[in-house]
């Protein structure tokens, strides 16, 4: 573990210039950051620690009728807070199926969205790692890798994004506000974690010194269908082998107007694909349906020695989400799914 | 070498100055700077809830937070609870409940619990156990910790 020096802020513009140059963080909870300090992988110069910015504290209403969550609220204040419990419940639920009220209470949605992958190689500093150091080598391709990516992995990476947080924003398509040297800009949850490709060392398109600000969730929150599924290893606190965040909304004639299924723990960012989604437009919902639709969102992928299982899991898992997710009212935190 | 930062921390009830370098952890800046050992160190990495205390309301992980950061809060650790003759109701609970064996994970236990009841988020024994994943007891005392929690939480002990 290294020194490193302190500075703590009250506005944006300050920290976004105290962070500007090498070595320098931000710190929001520090539920990550500080334990990768500990295990010698993060080196910080210097911290600048957000939380004396209160802008970025508020949960807000927008004029399109979305809700904005700031970046420094709490996971916490974020999945209790009655707006989203009452219009985003997918988003509650999902958060609520993370890590533990000490973390959560702690952990910031901005900080969720940069959390690094719990890959056991990329934790052991003695382990080659591309993500940790690049062109060292993936020890994950031949060794352990259940909790490995099935969909978008590369020869260099194999890691998956580690937050559930992220599933549902993927599935309710929110948007990044972030501010950097150059200003301000939106970014669109699918293009904000990226796949590794060459590159597994960058897990998103957030630019040098860019801060977040803000998660903007549109209007339409799926409160009336909608389930997280998280299957993991032990009942709570654990990361998912594999999860569903899905959502639809009904017509009048009980068909599909439009759904939203997002996979975390298969992939190095939420897994979407559009075209899955549309399948089931206009469709009653049925397990034949989401069977397809699992079908579509599965295509290509291709597991390793510990986590083929997955393939066939994910495809189980959606089809189990679709029904539940016309009664969400069965899925209270802690609850086991009635099906 | 960063030089120290002078910060206040209200800790059960009585406020102090500390002088502490950014990477002091407010666990240890509560056991090594203000020498109350109440709150343990299990695993250093907020996996284990064994150095859980309440910080402004809301139970932390005191080994994931830089004292730094808590610069103006007011903690309450085990030491604030509760004290030999004049104990809190969970500390009761636990010893009627019988809800420890080698203790170490005890003080954690007892903040995450306290807090647990006063969010009020939980009302049947599944979410108890749920909202108390975080706290990990090796000795395999969990049944009646949770015992202990919900005989407080339904008003056994006032």
């Known amino acids: ?339 | 070498m960063s030089s120290p930062h002078q910060i206040q921390l209200t800790v059960n009830g009585k406020t102090q100055q500390l002088s502490v370098r950014p990477w002091v952890s407010l666990l240890d800046a509560l056991r090594h700077h203000l020498h109350l050992h109440g709150t343990k160190k299990g695993c250093d990495h907020g996996q284990c809830g064994a150095c859980t205390v309440i910080c402004d309301g809301e139970r932390v992980l005191s080994c994931l937070n830089l004292a730094v950061m808590k610069d103006g809060s007011e903690i309450t650790t085990i030491e604030g609870l509760g004290q030999p003759g004049n104990l809190h109701p969970l500390q009761e609970a636990f010893l009627e409940h019988d809800a420890y064996q080698c203790g170490y994970c005890t003080p954690g236990q007892i903040c995450s619990g306290v807090a647990l009841i006063e969010e009020g988020h939980a009302t049947t024994r599944e979410e108890v156990k749920e909202l108390m994943s975080g706290n990990l007891c090796r000795c395999g005392a969990n049944t009646n910790i949770i015992d202990a929690i919900m005989a407080v939480k339904d008003g056994a002990h006032e």
């Not at chain 1, 490193?4 to 539920?31: I, K, M, Q, W």
């Not at chain 1, 934790?123 to 994950?140: F, H, I, L, Q, T």
């Not at chain 1, 397809?292 to 299982?309: I, M, P, Q, V, Y």
Request: glycine share 10%; proline share 6%; net charge negative.
């Open chain 1, 1 to 339: 573990m290294n020194n490193f020096h302190y500075e703590r802020v009250t506005d944006v513009d300050t920290a976004v210039a105290a962070a500007t140059g090498a070595g320098n963080s931000y710190l929001g909870g520090g539920t990550n950051l500080i334990d990768l300090w500990k295990y010698d992988l993060a080196h910080p110069e210097k911290l600048v620690d957000l939380n004396g910015i209160d802008e970025l504290k508020e949960v807000t209403e927008l004029p399109d009728g979305g809700l904005r969550l700031g970046a420094l609220v709490t996971n916490n204040k974020t999945a209790y807070h009655p707006t989203v419990q009452e219009r985003y419940p997918l988003l509650s639920r999902t958060i609520l199926a993370g890590a533990t009220p000490q973390i959560r209470n702690a952990a910031t949605n901005g900080g969720n969205l940069l959390q690094r992958t719990r890959c056991y190689y990329f934790y052991d500093a003695a382990s080659p790692c591309n993500k940790r150091v690049p062109g060292s080598g993936c020890p994950a391709r031949e060794g352990h890798n259940r909790l490995h990516a099935i969909l978008g992995h590369s020869e260099a990476c194999i890691a998956t994004m580690p937050s559930d947080m992220c599933v549902a924003l993927a599935a309710l398509e929110a948007t990044v506000r972030v501010r950097g040297p150059q200003g301000e800009r939106h970014i669109p949850f699918a293009d904000f974690h990226r796949l590794p490709g060459e590159k597994p060392e960058l897990d998103n398109t957030l630019g040098e010194d860019e801060l977040i600000l803000s998660i903007d969730l549109p209007a339409r929150g799926f409160a009336d269908h909608h389930t997280y599924l998280k299957l993991r290893d032990r009942h709570s606190y654990a990361f998912a082998v594999v999860s569903v965040a899905l959502g639809y909304e009904l017509d009048g004639e009980g068909k599909i107007t439009t759904a939203r299924i997002a996979l975390g723990g298969v992939a190095h960012k939420p897994w979407r694909v559009p075209a899955a989604e549309e399948l089931l437009v206009g469709q009653a919902p049925s397990e034949d349906q989401f069977a397809r639709a699992a079908d579509a969102l599965l295509e290509g992928a291709s597991g390793f020695k510990h986590n083929t299982f997955k393939i066939d899991l994910a495809h189980r898992a959606i089809i189990r989400a679709g029904a539940m997710a016309h009664d969400p009212s069965c899925q209270r935190p802690g609850a086991k799914p009635s099906l």
